[in-house]
T-cell receptor, first 115, second 111 residues
Framework: EAGVAQSPRYKIIEKRQSVAFWCNPI?????LYWYQQILGQGPKLLIQ????????DSQLPKDRFSAERLKGVDSTLKIQPAKLEDSAVYLC?????????????FGEGSWLTVV | AQSVTQLDSHVSVSEGTPVLLRCNYS??????LFWYVQHPNKGLQLLLK??????LVKGINGFEAEFKKSETSFHLTKPSAHMSDAAEYFC?????????FGDGTTLTVKP
């Protein structure tokens, strides 16, 4: 079974530029998550989708971050304009459903460095 | 609101000795609890999970964890550490679909 796919794996941009990350979840998984992991910290949820609807985006900095999952399958996370503090690993994950007992499966992450 | 506290940011053990990684949580309701492992430049991999069944949960690679409601703890243990266990470990609480991660414990295994 294919896992969660993410691209690009690594990206270096200058501050105020824009960047987009793509994620393809495990086939059949209705719930898709984007997490931000800053070095030395645990992952922090940015946004959670159930199919193509947003379940939780309370920690998404909406002035610069946006995400979509138009057809309920793959998803894109965009940052515009980027700030130095956005340097982090962006983890995409998926699960069968949003219930508490569902295992969350993670991709290998997209590493962003803002200079 | 819910939270997760991993009591040790770094743990160092010798190969062949026991491992104990400590996790305390707070949650308004009965949560599900997970341990994930992250090797360098890799994604997070599930070690084990508790979802209100048996309180002693066995996972992959010889790890296990015990859910203690009275102590709000979910500590991860392994009887004998192996060099390949060196990694970052995350305790996670999920309640009503909302996930909260601890800040992680770095496990170092000395030969």
């Amino acid at each position: 079974e294919a896992g969660v796919a993410q691209s690009p794996r690594y990206k270096i941009i200058e501050k105020r530029q824009s960047v987009a990350f793509w994620c393809n979840p495990i086939s059949g998984h209705a719930t898709l998550y984007w997490y931000q992991q800053i070095l030395g910290q645990g992952p922090k949820l940015l946004i959670q989708f159930q199919n193509n609807g947003v379940v939780d985006d309370s920690q998404l900095p909406k002035d610069r971050f946006s995400a979509e999952r138009l057809k309920g399958v793959d998803s894109t996370l965009k940052i515009q304009p980027a700030k130095l503090e956005d340097s982090a690993v962006y983890l995409c994950a998926s699960s069968l459903g949003g219930g508490s007992g569902n295992t969350i499966y993670f991709g290998e992450g997209s590493w962003l460095t803002v200079v | 609101a819910q939270s997760v506290t991993q009591l040790d940011s770094h743990v160092s053990v010798s190969e062949g000795t026991p491992v104990l990684l400590r996790c305390n949580y707070s949650s308004s309701y009965s949560p599900s609890l997970f341990w994930y492992v992250q090797h360098p430049n890799k994604g997070l991999q599930l070690l084990l999970k508790y979802t209100s069944a048996a309180t002693l949960v066995k996972g992959i690679n010889g790890f296990e964890a015990e859910f203690k409601k009275s102590e709000t703890s979910f500590h991860l243990t392994k009887p004998s550490a192996h060099m390949s266990d060196a990694a970052e470990y995350f305790c996670v609480v999920i309640n009503a679909g909302k996930s909260t991660f601890g800040d992680g414990t770095t496990l170092t295994v000395k030969p």
